[in-house]
Every structure is written in C-alpha cells, then in structure tokens.
C-alpha cells in the first residue's frame, strides 16, 4: 500500500516546539506518517511508509547522529528503500528528506532552514514548493504556521489522487494535557471531504478549550455582564438568581457549566472571565 501524501516538518527556534502536518487521499494518515518526540525531532515516514522507522530514527538522534546520517542508516538497512519516503527535523532545526527512486511520480523534497518538505503522487513539484514557501514566510505559532503550508500545498494541487485526512502533530515538553506528556497538540481527521479546512476547525476549538488564558484577555465582571451570564447559566438550568452580583451561588453555577462544556483551562476565580469565555458564550448560548 502506497500512500500518496505530503507532509511538511519542522522546528520551531523560538521555543524548541517540534511539528509535523501532514494530508492524504489516504485513511487516517495521522495513524501511520507522523511522529515525534519533545526536545528530541520529528520524522514524517510515507509512500510505502515504513513505521519502524521513526523509533529508530529518534534514538539516533538521542545519540547525536544528524538527520542525514539518521537518514543514511535507515535506508543503507531497507531493502526496500527504493519505495520509502520520510522527512527529519531535529531539535537544533536541521532537516533532512529522502524521497526512493520507486516511488510515484511526482515524489520528491526540500530542506530548509528549520523544515523538510515532501511528497508523493502528487500534482507536481509545486505542491511541495507551497508547501516551503509558505512555511518559511508565514508567521506566529508553530501548528499556525504548519497549518498554513500545507493548505498551500493543497492550493498548489495536492495529492492527485484527491482529499480524504489530515493530521498535525505538535510536540512541547509537558505540553500535553495536565503536563503528562509532551503531545501538545495532537489533531486528525481520518476521512473528510475537505480535511485541511477541518483540521483548521479543529484547531480552533483545540485553542479555546485546551490554552490557557491570557491574562490580557481576562477582565472585570460588572453588574451587566455578570447579569449577561446569570441569563445563561438560568436558561441552561442552572439555579441561580439573575440580579447582576457575582456571588458564591453564581460561581459554583459557571464552574459546573464550565466543566461541563470543557472550559475549566479557562475559567477565573472571583468576578473575572476570559474574553475568549465570553465570545464563546454569547456565540453559543446567547
């Protein structure tokens, strides 16, 4: 089975975040190409996708081996190299693609600084073009700006075969939920007929209930705000009285809303709320 698909990874200078977006006429290509570890790299593996691959290739880059002799290793010990494609970034942002002399046409790669792009079955080498360019001049967070490239890559043709999944991985030490792990951002869409625009969707909501808030956006609750979600939280259920006082009844009511609707990464103590808690309240609810 050949996967056709095209993937960008990458590192993130800034604050170490490693990354990989990856799309796919392919089920579930979030199950099989991407992997990572914090502090460590990221390796896309794809075509024929050989998934022994990515623990390997992050031990040796434990040990120190650079992407391309990383590289190197993998596919001197893989009869079947020919068929494999796969991309490295490590954790000081160099990267490396291989692309096998086997695989369908167009297949190939750039590395730049801090990425390695690549792709198969594809429309043609622009996509993997969009996919560098976009990358290399967009700007903000690490899942952004991955996000972005590879909805250029799909604006550039993508995968001739069509859409059906895409995946974003992002690592971060102890990003993960509750600080367990490192999966910081972990997002698939295994079968959709536009599943970048879904996996952009995803990310959205990923941001409003697994960030934290920002304390900019955190202001004062005044007698008509707190009158605003009183409203609310008595339409939804809740026993409260709707008098504008942020009181202990009202807290105890939005902190049960709030779990409920999976917001407690940002919810305030006192008469404070997040600004983005409120949008999504009045968007939701109001």
Not at 38 to 63: C, F
Not at 81 to 90: L, M, S
Request: aromatic content about 8%; proline content about 3%; some cysteine.
């Amino acid at each position: 089975m050949k996967p056709s698909t095209f993937s960008i990874v990458a590192y993130d200078p800034a604050n170490g975040d490693l990354g990989i977006a990856v799309a796919s006429k392919f089920l579930a290509v979030g199950s099989v190409v991407p992997w990572a570890q914090a502090g460590v790299g990221a390796i896309a593996t794809q075509s024929w996708a050989n998934t022994r691959y990515p623990p390997l290739a992050l031990e040796m880059l434990k040990q120190g081996l650079t992407p391309e002799q990383v590289g190197a290793a993998l596919t001197t010990s893989d009869e079947n190299a020919a068929q494999r494609q796969f991309g490295i970034v490590d954790a000081r942002g160099r990267g490396f693609t291989f692309t096998g002399a086997q695989c369908f046409s167009w297949a190939g790669g750039i590395v730049g600084e801090n990425f390695a792009a690549q792709g198969n079955i594809l429309a043609g080498a622009q996509v993997v073009d969009a996919l560098a360019a976009t990358f290399q001049n967009a700007r903000g967070a690490l899942a952004e700006r991955l996000l972005q490239a590879l909805a250029a890559g799909q604006a550039a043709g993508g995968d001739k075969r069509g859409q059906e999944s895409a995946a974003l991985l992002v690592v971060r030490a102890h990003g993960g939920y509750g600080g367990f792990n490192d999966r910081y951002i972990d997002l698939r869409v295994d079968d959709h007929a536009t599943p970048i625009n879904e996996l952009e969707r995803l990310l959205d909501l990923h941001r409003l209930y697994l960030n934290k808030s920002n304390p900019e956006d955190v202001i004062a609750l005044d007698e008509s705000l707190a009158r605003e979600i009183q409203t609310i939280l008595a339409r939804r259920g809740y026993d409260v009285a709707v008098n504008g006082v942020w009181d202990a009844r009202t807290q105890r009511a939005f902190d049960e809303f709030g779990g409920v609707e999976n917001l407690e990464e940002r919810l305030q103590q006192g008469p404070f709320i997040d600004k983005v808690v409120l949008q999504f309240l009045r968007e939701r609810f109001a």
